[in-house]
């Protein structure tokens, strides 16, 4: 990239994250230092991400270490947001390493992929995004209701429910709500949005059809990855809400 397109290129994010932020300020969070912590490390993390990649497709057999490590990273980011602390992270990685783990295993066994770095280190990785952000919005929306409605929560375990039927209910309707920006993604694809996998391949010039069917691949497998994740962080986060009423913090 020419120092021309650099300039071009910072010009362009610099006024974007202005934009942001000055959006951000209007609703009166603390949020705009998360937001500029975000894009700097975004800027660190695809840059340092950029030079690792090239080097794991000249060696395949380091493309599971990798995927390990943003599994776990995952786990951790989201145990942050949710406030969960370390007692959530084993749920987590159980939630988003199953959802991925199961998505892909259909996906080379159908043989829709080619088991080659090239195609399963991408796709790997947007459905293990795309899980993390379903157990952050299953976990957020949990912890939050559980705490408006400890009153409920509270005389259910006096009755002899155990914690995970206390919160069952909770539970169900938290995952539900973490998959409205999953189906509305898949719903909207094509006549509101062009998303990134198809977007990407036809710039890279591949013709459309073929980036629709890449497209459509992703779309479905994030749906199942989130679902899976979503309902599995209800399942097995429940016993951590209902221990004793969590503390609504704006994270």
Do not use: K, N
Request: with cysteine; aromatic share 4%.
């Amino acid at each position: 990239m020419s120092l021309p397109d650099l300039v071009r290129l910072a010009v362009a994010v610099l006024a974007l994250v202005a934009l942001a932020c000055g959006v951000i300020a209007w609703t009166g969070r603390r949020t705009i230092p998360d937001a500029l912590v975000a894009v700097l490390r975004a800027a660190v993390q695809l840059a340092l991400v950029a030079m690792v990649i090239g080097w794991i497709f000249a060696h395949p057999v380091a493309v599971g270490p990798y995927l390990a490590v943003m599994l776990v990273a995952a786990a951790v980011t989201s145990a942050r947001r949710i406030g969960g602390g370390w007692a959530a992270l084993p749920s987590l990685l159980v939630s988003i390493g199953t959802g991925a783990a199961i998505v892909l295993g259909v996906v080379l066994a159908a043989g829709a992929l080619a088991p080659t770095g090239q195609e399963v280190l991408p796709f790997t990785a947007q459905v293990i995004g795309g899980a993390m952000t379903a157990a952050s919005l299953a976990g957020l929306r949990m912890r939050d209701d559980v705490a408006h409605r400890w009153g409920e929560v509270e005389a259910m375990l006096a009755l002899g429910f155990s914690r995970r039927e206390a919160v069952a209910d909770l539970g169900r309707q938290a995952a539900a709500r973490a998959l409205v920006p999953a189906l509305d993604q898949t719903r909207a694809a094509g006549l509101v949005t062009l998303p990134g996998a198809f977007v990407g391949l036809l710039l890279a010039g591949a013709p459309p059809w073929r980036a629709a069917q890449v497209q459509l691949l992703v779309l479905v497998g994030l749906l199942a990855a989130q679902a899976i994740s979503a309902v599995g962080t209800a399942v097995l986060t429940a016993p951590l809400w209902a221990a004793s009423r969590p503390v609504v913090t704006v994270r």
